[in-house]
């Protein structure tokens, strides 16, 4: 599986759109990029995911560059409750018998200001 | 409310013990993961289970096993446990072989503390 990097902390505005980075530089072809968050110790939520093409839901958007080594997810109105640790991931489709070996990194911790 | 559940919530144990956590997945999920997340290593994946047939293993240890059984949920049973074992477990749960889609549903975890 590709690894990511994320930066480990970043500050937002209330009100204010919250981009989180994410690199992926040695993705397959084949493998999609996740965004998960983790509030304090509770489980981590799924947020999005994405191969190729740009998403949004009622969470989040997620941007995937040409190239597919980045992406940004984009939380458009920050408020405090989203203050949590983001994780991004990259992995095979389930098909792939070793897709759900996936590990999740150290993320970045994001604190939403008032 | 993700709709995974989990038992119990806390455990304190002494070491050398042997617990069992039990794992109900969402209502029509295939696939349940197992996860351990302690303060210096991060969540790590330990093991997947899909529709009662195990999967994909991680960094499970010898000492730890798991098992999914008919109706779908699943038990992670620890033994001989140690200090080190302390961490929150989660377990997760999608839908299966769908080619596009891979949503994990975490549990509210279990928090072990072995003295």
């Known amino acids: 599986d590709a690894k990511t990097t994320q930066p480990p902390s970043m500050d937002c505005a209330e009100g204010r759109a919250a981009n989180l980075p994410c690199n992926h530089s040695t993705i397959s072809g084949n493998e999609y990029v996740y965004w998960y968050r983790q509030i304090h110790s509770q489980g981590p939520q799924y947020i999005i995911h994405g191969l190729k093409n740009n998403e949004t839901n009622e969470m989040a958007s997620l941007i995937i560059t040409e190239d597919r080594k980045s992406s940004t997810l984009i939380l458009p109105h920050a408020t405090l409750r989203d203050t949590a640790v983001y994780y991004c991931i990259v992995r095979l489709p389930p098909i792939n018998t070793n897709a759900g070996k996936s590990t999740f990194g150290d993320g970045t911790t994001l604190t939403v200001k008032p | 409310d993700s709709g995974v559940t989990q038992t119990p919530k806390h455990l304190i144990t002494a070491t050398g013990q042997r617990v069992t956590l039990r794992c109900s997945p969402r209502s029509g999920d295939l696939s349940v993961y197992w996860y351990q997340q302690s303060l210096d290593q991060g969540l790590q994946f330990l093991i997947q289970y899909y529709n009662g047939e195990e999967r994909a293993k991680g960094n499970i240890l010898e000492r730890f096993s798991a098992q999914q059984f008919p109706d779908l949920h699943s038990e992670l049973n620890l033994s001989s446990l140690e200090l080190g074992d302390s961490a929150l477990y989660f377990c997760?749960?999608?839908?299966?072989?769908?080619?596009?889609?891979?949503?994990?549903?975490f549990g509210p975890g279990t928090r072990l503390t072995v003295t």
């Open positions: 997760a749960s999608s839908v299966g072989h769908r080619d596009n889609a891979y949503e994990q549903y």
